[in-house]
C-alpha cells in the first residue's frame, strides 16, 4: 500500500507545487481520496548527497513513490540500474518527469482547469483512462 509521495532532491520544489495544484479546489477531492502525504528526504532519513540506491530502497521500505527527473543508466550505481537489479513484481514504481518544464506555474495553471468536466468535479485526461484499465475499447468487446 503505497503512504505517500517523495521528491527527489533535486524538483523537491516542483513536485511541492503539483502537490500544492492537486491540494487545490478543483483537485481536492481526488488527492485526498489518494489519502498520500508528500514526504521530504530529511523526513524519511535521506539527504542530497543519498546514493540512489539507498533513496531507492528507503521509498520502497517506507512505501513511498519517487518522483524524479533524473532517470538514467549512466553508471552502475545510477537510479536505472538500481531498479533493474532490485525491482520485484512488489516493488512501488518509481515515476520521471521527463520535461520539469511542464511543473511551472505558468505551464500547469491553464492545463490543470482544462482536465476536469463542465461541472467542474471529475478529472479527465489522463486519470479518467486510470479508471478504464482492464477494459476493452469501445467497439472492441469481447
Known amino acids: 500500500?503505497?503512504?505517500?509521495?517523495?521528491?527527489d532532491a533535486n524538483i523537491q520544489?516542483?513536485?511541492?507545487y503539483l502537490v500544492?495544484?492537486?491540494q487545490a479546489?478543483?483537485?481536492a477531492e481526488f488527492w485526498q481520496a489518494l489519502g498520500l502525504e508528500l514526504r521530504r528526504?530529511?523526513?524519511?532519513?535521506?539527504?542530497?548527497?543519498?546514493?540512489?540506491l539507498e533513496v531507492w530502497s528507503v521509498c520502497q521500505s517506507e512505501q513511498l513513490i519517487l518522483?524524479?527527473?533524473?532517470?538514467?543508466?549512466?553508471?552502475?550505481d545510477?537510479?536505472?540500474?538500481?531498479?533493474?537489479?532490485?525491482?520485484?513484481?512488489?516493488s512501488l514504481p518509481v515515476f520521471t518527469i521527463a520535461d520539469l518544464r511542464v511543473c511551472s506555474e505558468r505551464s500547469l495553471s491553464p492545463r490543470m482547469g482544462a482536465v476536469v468536466n463542465s461541472q467542474g468535479r471529475q478529472p479527465l485526461g489522463p486519470?479518467?483512462?486510470?479508471?478504464?484499465?482492464?477494459?476493452?475499447?469501445?467497439g472492441r468487446q469481447g
Open 1 to 7: 500500500m503505497v503512504k505517500g509521495l517523495v521528491a
Open 13 to 16: 520544489g516542483q513536485v511541492e
Open 20 to 22: 500544492q495544484r492537486m
Open 25 to 27: 479546489e478543483t483537485w
Open 41 to 52: 528526504f530529511e523526513d524519511v532519513g535521506l539527504s542530497a548527497s543519498s546514493t540512489d
Open 67 to 76: 518522483i524524479t527527473d533524473n532517470r538514467n543508466l549512466a553508471s552502475e
Open 78 to 90: 545510477s537510479l536505472e540500474a538500481t531498479i533493474r537489479r532490485n525491482n520485484t513484481p512488489e
Open 127 to 138: 486519470f479518467r483512462r486510470l479508471s478504464n484499465l482492464g477494459r476493452a475499447p469501445r
